[in-house]
């Protein structure tokens, strides 16, 4: 984990043929907040609260988990009409002690309510926490920092030393950090309590994430996250026996449970 951040999913950039899109069916989650955030494209977002929002790039998705949510993210008929690219992220934050079986629910922020930073040829928008003096509005469950900085070839951001933690990603082009060379899509754990120099080597952007340190570890278990073992079981055979609510809108279909999953499971 960095701060509360346990999962990271860069996706693209890729381009849809006409006709074709994303279509990841209802599948549950619990005890964890999900962070969706576009740099192109566009994604229908529905769950079993009955949600159903359209996010673009700039705008930020948050979906908190709870004690449990089942939701689906797929290309909008528009996009699928046409043909469309894809390029994003998918971050997915643990919740902390005492919030981990809260109510479920959903939160959509704006691209124009998200605070933008521009200078010397940086362009950073806060989609999380408080960075450089600006504070998005984006509920916290645990203290959070994230952002989304483009830069131009040549051009330089600190980094702030307060968050607990803190990593970078570089998601598109050459990046440094005090001098250092970052590899693209590779996530840098940075040094703690020291402030630091990001530098664009090109044209490039990079995510910065991080947070309040847990002091209780979280076990994931395909898209489970918890504290505890026996509650990731539970979520397990509730998934089974299609105790989980249905989703509004998009109820025929769902993803079955897997044997081994695909994604990261720890420890």
């Known amino acids: 984990m960095v701060g509360p951040f346990i999962f990271v999913d860069q996706f693209g950039p890729a381009h849809f043929d006409v006709g074709k899109g994303m279509d990841v069916r209802p599948h549950p989650h619990i005890n964890l907040a999900t962070v969706t955030y576009l740099f ?33 993210e797929r290309t909008p008929q528009l996009e699928r009409a046409s043909g469309s690219p894809i390029s994003g992220m998918q971050t997915w934050l643990a919740l902390p002690d005492g919030k981990e079986e809260i109510d479920p629910a959903f939160e959509h922020v704006g691209k124009d309510d998200l605070p933008l930073i521009e200078n010397n040829g940086v362009s ?5 926490g408080s960075l450089w003096g600006a504070t998005a509005p984006t509920t916290q469950h645990a203290a959070t920092i994230y952002s989304d900085i483009l830069m131009n070839a040549g051009a330089s951001i600190p980094i702030d030393a307060e968050a607990d933690e803190r990593a970078a990603l570089v998601a598109l082009g050459n990046a440094s ?3 250092e060379p970052l590899e693209t899509h590779s996530l840098y754990v940075l040094k703690p309590r020291q402030a ?10 990079v ?9 209780t570890p979280r076990h994931v278990w395909w898209n489970f996250v918890s504290s505890s073992r026996e509650r990731i079981n539970q979520a397990k055979a509730d998934w089974k026996s299609g ?20 994604t990261v499971s720890y420890p």
């Not at 950073?124 to 999380?128: D, G, K, L, Q, W």
């Not at 630091?196 to 952007?205: G, K, N, P, T, V």
């Not at 995510?207 to 002091?215: C, P, S, W, Y």
């Open 177 to 179: 950090l005090d001098g």
């Open 207 to 215: 995510m910065l994430l991080g947070g309040e340190a847990f002091n």
């Open 40 to 72: 192109e494209g566009a994604i229908d977002h529905r769950d079993s609260l009955g949600t159903h929002a359209t996010i673009r790039p700039g705008a930020l998705n948050l979906m908190t988990a709870g004690r449990g949510i089942v939701h689906s």
């Open 124 to 128: 950073a928008r806060v989609i999380m």
């Open 243 to 262: 105790t989980f609510p249905l989703v509004p809108g998009d109820d025929e279909e769902f993803i079955p449970i897997p044997k081994i999953p695909k």
């Open 196 to 205: 630091m120099m990001l530098r664009a080597e090109s044209d490039c952007r």
